[in-house]
């Protein structure tokens, strides 16, 4: 693959970036909308375009199985899931976290189920918050395409050994066409050195893993998996930066737009960033002081830059894309009013859960959410969360 | 030539690769066929299995009872686990990252995991057909958690959950028959086993990994807890389930069946069930019930040998 600039579907770009990232074994399950990933995938290995063991699974829950066995064997190892594949898989999600195996997954966020629904929004990545996997958020196609590269330099850290999802969302991204600049394949080997793991499953150096744990010893083996996920974070920095320098395109775990002298910000998740952004800026012309932030790292969960870009705000309007059902308000919110409790300066927090299952929010709509928010907030209304949009 | 092969216990392979010092309960058989089973096997074998009594007593942090690498993942995907392990090895191989090697793919769970929570995976792995062998160790029942019934359970065996009482005989169904769904897999080769005849276990064991392709081996694990019985008598139990007929021991090689062990004499399944405490609230009529079905599936079994002559 030689550095281009092309319009193509983003699953297509990112089944290439796979390709390109040379894995040795895919295992997935179809599930909408995630299929154009490994149809693509499985063209490509049939193809003969990449050396790699395509293993078409029975179930999402063997597929991270598969995974698990293939990472352990020190494979590079890549599956893709959606929605119930993933509430399927989540068992084993969890283990390969727990395991240490730096699986990537391209995670197209989807709604869960009942009522069933194939569209977008983050119930499911939501359900497996605290698996101990790194979880970053794309908002574009481009995005999606760069963060597998970084996604498998992270993971495969000897420092980190940590899964790594891209979460994209579904539909918005996944079977959106945009321009997408690829790198050429001698960028991304020297990007991306060959995978060597410590510890691995062969004959000649036989280790145990996934051995079985008494009190006595449960409480340091989950210390020691908090200490490696807190730890990745000077990792995924570094590795966006070295990406930045090769290709011009730098990620943060915490993104801002035109907040340095806003009074106040929408904080946005996943593909509304860019929405947020158009809409932001006619609310400028209008005199608004009014700011984006884009939370791009969602674990490890980058506490002191999103304080950074936020303290001695007025208020920050949350868009949450999840319930968390009989919780204090959507998932994202009550996260960053964690962060900022007890902190000087802190902004108010209002909190509108939009666009579930894909329902549209429009440019109109995010001037709503956003004017109603800020007069919220100054209203002192910022108990819980708004249902934008609720009918009846 | 193999069907005349002479066995000598001088011959088979001294080193452990499952090593004592492990956790089994006092005369567990399903520990001795997982020794003999790694004799089979030799050094150059992964391991995956499942939750369950093997994985429990062999690696309790920080210890190990394994010399073979070992991967435990959970209690229904051993059988995908170790086709994630055959995937990137091959691949592996095949593009130079690592050297050439003939490595045995081994995946083992219990019944629990075999018949019941993990009969998905092990489906698909065997329809996939990765040079693996699936290892079942049948003890009959969900032992690891306190001798739950199973779908592997035998009719009329009384487990915790399978209580007998005033109303109930204890397991009222038949025991799945996890061999014939194997065998319906098309792979090529299938074979029963039981440690009460070692040499027959470690040839068969041998077979499933020389050949290509997916494996299966069921293994008769005679569990004197669950079963009620004396530990000093597990062997003796696995042999009269086999002399009863109860557990014939046959191969299927490329679906051509082959009885590889005929009783001197065919006992009657009270010689059997006798003496398990699982059995003993067992009426006549029920045990008239248990040989009927036994001496059917024995003919079947006896018919399908002969079609392969």
């Known amino acids: 693959m030689a550095k281009v600039r092309k319009g193509i579907e983003v699953s297509i770009a990112m089944a290439d970036a796979v390709a390109q990232a040379n894995v040795d074994v895919i295992a997935a399950y179809p599930i909408t909308p995630q299929t154009h990933i490994v149809e693509h995938l499985a063209e490509i290995v049939a193809n003969g375009e990449l050396d790699a063991e395509f293993v078409p699974v029975d179930s999402e829950h063997s597929a991270m199985s598969v995974c698990c066995g293939s990472a352990a064997v020190g494979a590079r190892t890549f599956t893709s899931t959606s929605s119930q594949g993933l509430a399927l898989m989540a068992e084993i999600f969890i283990i390969s976290a727990a395991m240490r195996l730096p699986i990537v997954m391209a995670l197209a966020n989807r709604s869960l189920s009942s009522p069933l629904s194939i569209w977008n929004d983050h119930t499911d990545t939501m359900l497996v918050r605290d698996a101990g996997w790194i979880h970053i958020f794309v908002e574009n196609g481009q995005e999606s395409y760069d963060n597998i590269f970084t996604a498998f330099r992270i993971a495969e850290d000897p420092e980190v050994m940590l899964p790594v999802a891209v979460n994209f969302d579904g539909f918005i991204l996944t079977h959106m066409i945009e321009p997408i600049e690829y790198e050429d394949d001698e960028t991304i080997a020297a990007y991306l050195p060959k995978f060597q793991m410590k510890n691995t499953l062969h004959p000649d150096h036989p280790v145990s893993m996934g051995c079985f744990g008494m009190p006595e010893i449960y409480t340091e083996a989950q210390m020691q998996r908090e200490s490696a996920i807190r730890e990745s974070y000077p990792v995924i920095l570094k590795a966006w930066d070295e990406w930045g320098k090769l290709t011009g395109r730098h990620y943060r775990p915490v993104e801002t737009y035109r907040t340095e002298d806003a009074d106040y910000c929408i904080v946005t998740m996943g593909s509304y960033g860019e929405t947020a952004m158009e809409v932001v800026d006619s609310l400028r012309q209008e005199g608004e002081k009014v700011g984006v932030v884009k939370i791009r790292l969602w674990r490890p969960f980058p506490n002191e830059e999103f304080c950074r870009a936020v303290l001695g705000k007025k208020s920050l309007v949350v868009l949450d894309r999840a319930i968390s059902f009989g919780g204090p308000g959507g998932p994202v919110a009550s996260e960053l009013r964690s962060a900022l409790y007890q902190k000087e300066g802190a902004p108010v927090i209002v909190n509108t859960v939009a666009g579930l299952a894909g329902r549209d929010v429009s440019r109109n709509d995010f001037r709503k959410i956003i004017l109603e928010g800020k007069a919220k907030a100054q209203r002192g209304e910022t108990e819980g969360f708004d249902l934008y949009g609720l009918r009846g | ?309």
């Open chain 2, 1 to 309: 030539m193999d069907r005349f092969s002479v066995f000598s216990s001088r011959l088979v392979d001294k080193s452990e690769n499952f090593t004592s010092g492990h956790r089994a309960c006092q005369g567990c058989a399903e520990a001795l066929a997982v020794r003999h089973v790694m004799k089979a096997l030799g050094r150059d074998t992964i391991v995956a299995m499942s939750t369950g009594c093997m994985e429990i007593i062999s690696s309790p942090l920080p210890l190990t009872a394994w010399k073979v690498p070992w991967i435990h993942n959970a209690f229904e995907n051993s059988a995908a686990v170790i086709s994630g392990c055959e995937a990137g090895m091959k691949a592996m191989m095949r593009k130079g990252i690592i050297p050439q090697k003939k490595i045995n793919f081994v995946a083992m769970g219990g019944d629990g995991a075999t018949a019941d929570i993990g009969m998905g995976p092990l489906s698909g792995a065997l329809e996939r057909g990765h040079d693996m062998v699936y290892i079942c160790y049948d003890n009959e029942a969900y032992m690891n958690t306190g001798i739950q019934r199973s779908s592997s359970t035998p009719f009329g065996a009384s487990t915790t959950t399978s209580p007998a009482g005033k109303d109930s005989m204890g397991q009222h169904t038949q025991k799945k028959n996890m061999p014939q769904i194997a065998v319906a897999h098309d792979i090529p080769y299938v074979a029963t086993a039981c440690p009460s005849f070692p040499f027959d276990l470690i040839e068969k064991v041998k077979k499933a990994a020389e050949m290509p392709g997916a494996a299966y081996v069921h293994i008769l694990s005679v569990c004197p807890t669950g079963w009620r019985i004396q530990p000093q008598d597990a062997i003796k139990y696995g042999r009269l389930a086999i002399d009863s007929c109860v557990f014939p021991l046959y191969e299927v090689v490329n679906g051509e069946y082959r009885l590889t062990y005929t009783p001197y004499r065919k006992l009657p399944v009270t010689e059997y069930l006798k003496g398990q405490g699982r059995f003993r609230h067992l009426t006549d009529k029920e045990i008239q019930l248990i040989q009927d079905k036994v001496d059917r599936d024995y003919q079947k079994i006896l018919k399908r040998c002969e079609e392969g002559r």
